[in-house]
């Protein structure tokens, strides 16, 4: 089928180019002239792991090519799913650009007499697809719904993993508001057999919300069990965790073997979870709560826990080391996790921020996020960006691991005795620094 996406961020492309590779003819919409023009030529503006090439393929097979103008765009499809930023303004979601794509949308289906099925795919509160989107086109269009259709598919993609995970998804929610709506969603993902979840726009609203509140909560409870066992000492929170994961429930034993469920990977004790999501949907989730006059003790917990945590491994350093001052301090990572560019609420910006106020210098390496970092964070005169930076351990008084790229492993092969390792995502075990200080979350063993 022939459909338009528009916006091209991580969502947006990744998508298009998904189902475009699945035969459909996508024609993708950015407001931004030069993403346009790099796409066209194959090139992402993101990176993403294997999306030069299916981009390519899919540009070569003519099922994918982008533009700025939505109006022509649109006049050859009969869907159009948006994918525009929702940016969070003090912890609330900002619409003005799904209102803006709403808005235009609306302008087209009047000047041009065609009403479309507009299905939101962007990140928005419960209650937005079947109130603001539809007073926004209502208006526009001078068409009262359902002469025209609604509908909202969440996108549960994690970026580093984003071609994967659209092709091969654990789920797709279909919501919708009118038959013809669901009939070409379900048209849409009809190459795709997995579990589809059939529900109004305002659930399929708060299942992406409610995933994801959920699994930033799971994060913040184990770093809070993990701050209280590094204040009793003498526990290595990774033997609690492996200890309570034995429990079947965690854990299930199928076929006689562990199931391991990817779930386990979030109690993992850390510096706090980032990126462009979690820490904007369980504010947005938070804010809607408030809202109605709820309390929302759990998610401002969530929230608080994970503000701390990058701190936690300042203090960390503060109460073991004493003053920082002169220091020469070398962070791996950037990226809020590894595989992406994305810096987005990286816990390295807060660390960096606090160090920086401590006298140190900084040496900071990522293998893709320094651009990006470098933009977010601004002119801080104490970072020094390295390109090697197996170059710059031997000078290093404090390593930390902020990000586990897969490159940092080699770390443990490397000299550092008398060096603090101060390993914030747990890539290694304690026992390969037995010549260094290793520090983690959660660990005092002293
Ligand atoms: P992004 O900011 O990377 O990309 C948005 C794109 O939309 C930009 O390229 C921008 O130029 C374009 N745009 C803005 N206004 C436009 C308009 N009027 N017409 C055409 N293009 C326009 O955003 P993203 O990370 O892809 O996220 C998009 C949505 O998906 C958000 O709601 C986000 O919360 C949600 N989401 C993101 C992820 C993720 O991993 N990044 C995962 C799931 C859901």
């Known amino acids: 089928m022939n459909l338009v996406v ?32 790099m796409l066209n030529q ?33 006049s050859d499809t009969d869907l159009v799913l948006v994918a525009v930023g929702t940016p969070s303004e003090n912890g609330v979601i900002d619409l003005s650009y799904i209102k803006n794509v709403s808005k235009s949308i609306g302008d087209y289906m009047r000047t041009n007499d065609h009403p479309l099925a507009v299905v939101i795919k962007s990140t928005v509160v419960p209650g937005t697809t079947d ?29 580093g993993e984003a071609i994967q995970d659209f092709m091969e998804p654990d ?29 109004n726009t305002r659930t399929a609203e708060l299942i992406k919300y409610a995933n994801n509140a959920l699994l930033a909560t799971q994060i913040s409870a184990i770093n809070e069990i993990a701050n209280v066992a590094a204040a009793i000492g003498g526990i290595d ?58 309390d929302m003790h759990l998610l401002n917990s969530v929230l608080d826990i994970n503000d701390a945590q990058p701190i936690e491994v300042v203090n960390i350093l503060e109460r073991h080391l004493g003053d920082l001052t002169g220091k020469h301090v070398l962070i791996l990572g950037l990226a809020f996790k590894p595989d992406t560019d994305d810096v987005r609420e990286s816990a390295s910006l807060k660390i960096i921020n606090r ?37 710059h351990v031997a000078s290093a008084d404090i390593v930390i691991i902020a990000t586990k790229w897969a490159e940092y492993a080699s770390l443990a092969g490397m000299n550092t005795k008398g060096k603090v390792v101060f390993d914030a995502r747990r890539m290694f075990e304690p026992s390969i620094f037995v010549d260094s200080k290793y520090f983690s979350i959660g660990l005092n063993l002293a």
């Not at 961020?9 to 346009?36: E, F, M, Q, R, W």
């Not at 004790?269 to 408030?290: E, I, M, T």
């Not at 210098?361 to 320094?370: F, L, V, Y």
């Open 6 to 37: 528009v916006g091209t961020g991580y969502v947006g492309l990744v998508s298009g180019v998904c189902l475009a590779a699945k035969g459909h003819h996508v024609t993708c919409i950015d407001v931004n002239p030069k993403i346009v023009e």
């Open 42 to 74: 194959c090139k992402p503006h993101i990176y993403e792991r294997d999306l030069p090439e299916l981009l390519t393929d899919v540009i070569n097979s003519g099922n994918f090519v982008a533009t700025t103008d939505l109006f022509t765009a649109l």
């Open 131 to 159: 109130t603001v989107v539809k007073q926004e086109i209502e208006l526009a269009s001078a068409m009262k719904f359902p002469e025209f259709g609604l509908g909202m598919n969440p996108e549960f993609l994690r970026e």
């Open 171 to 199: 789920r797709i929610v279909l919501g919708y508001e009118d038959e013809r709506t669901l009939k070409l969603l379900e048209e849409l993902y009809e190459p795709w057999s997995c579990d589809k979840v059939r529900v």
């Open 237 to 294: 929170t990774m033997d609690v965790v492996n200890g309570v994961t034995l429990d079947k429930r965690w854990n299930p034993i199928i076929n006689g073997k562990r199931a391991n469920p990817e779930i386990l990977t979030y109690l993992i004790p850390g510096c706090g979870f980032g990126g462009s999501c979690f820490p904007k949907d369980v504010q947005a989730l938070r804010s809607l709560g408030v809202a109605q006059g709820l």
């Open 355 to 391: 160090l920086s106020k401590h006298g140190v210098s900084i040496s900071a390496h990522d293998p893709i996020a320094i651009d990006n970092f470098r933009e977010k964070i601004g002119d801080v005169s104490a970072v020094e960006y390295v390109i090697e930076w197996e170059e």
